[in-house]
């Protein structure tokens, strides 16, 4: 008895364990994050055999269907938890927080939105991610589902601050049965995160795209006031493609340094 007692209890450890190892957004990590402190976890929900749809676009109801610009259906294993933040704590700081754990940890980011441009709120609380204590102002919510760059894995972000104040975060991780080949941002999302980050990674380490030519020329086209630099051993080649898809070559500039990795910085 004590023996099978101990080799449930083992494999009950070893269990969490790789939850927290292989899922970045699991409640232990997200919860020790400074925006977090003295947040109050409304529930959390394991759905081992599921399939769900992720939008990677703005949501909106047509003759009574739910309709994403672009979508992602994936299956397999989805954990999902809700926090209520601490009055001291907004839901801004909380995205930001969670998104830069997100790919400091590896993920990328595949879809971000922000405002009124996720579409009504109603419906990402409601449809989306069946959970009314979502629901808040469409111009104070914030959106972004992120995809691990070594495993099948998806995480999900969504940010509201409701009419009473009280800032809202929910995270969504999905250990996916499988994930698309070449999934890329598209050019909004490319434009926050320069607006946001000031640099966007262009290759991995084996100088794979993590993006497409085309979709940062049209990013950097929607802000003409945009001055970049361009950085690494693929920085020429990448000004080439953008300059040839309508960005002017004057707003690109070239780094020496040819030993980092090949990314994009916007210039003061």
Not at 129 to 150: C, I, K
Not at 161 to 175: C, K, P
């Amino acid at each position: 008895m004590m023996i099978r007692i101990c080799h449930r209890l083992l494999g009950m450890l070893l269990l969490a364990f790789m939850q927290t190892a292989t899922g970045q957004a699991s409640p232990e990590t997200v919860a020790g994050l400074p925006a977090l402190v003295d947040a109050r976890q409304l529930g959390h929900t394991q759905q081992l055999a599921v399939e769900k749809i992720y939008p990677l676009g703005s949501v909106r109801r047509i003759s009574g269907q739910l309709r994403f610009s672009a979508e992602l259906t994936i299956s397999g294993e989805r954990n999902l938890t809700t926090w209520q933040l601490s009055p001291v704590h907004t839901a801004d700081a909380a995205f930001a927080q969670v998104r830069e754990h997100l790919q400091q940890e590896g993920s990328r980011l595949l879809y971000w939105c922000e405002g009124r441009d996720c579409g009504p709120s109603n419906l990402w609380a409601n449809s989306v991610f069946g959970n009314a204590r979502l629901y808040g102002p469409d111009e104070h919510q914030r959106y972004a589902v992120l995809v691990s760059a070594t495993s099948p894995e998806l995480f999900a972000l969504y940010t509201v601050t409701r009419g009473n104040g009280r800032g809202m975060l929910h995270v969504e991780h999905f250990r996916a049965d499988d994930l698309p080949d070449n999934l890329y941002p598209a050019a909004a999302t490319l434009l926050l995160q320069l607006r946001n980050d000031g640099q966007l990674e262009l290759a991995n380490d084996q100088g794979n795209p993590m993006l497409e030519a085309t979709q940062l020329a049209r990013a950097l086209n929607r802000d003409s006031s945009l001055r970049v630099m361009l950085a690494g051993e693929q920085a020429a080649g990448w000004r080439e493609q953008l300059i040839e898809a309508g960005v002017r070559a004057t707003r690109l500039e070239l780094d020496d340094n040819s030993e980092v990795a090949t990314r994009m910085q916007v210039l003061p």
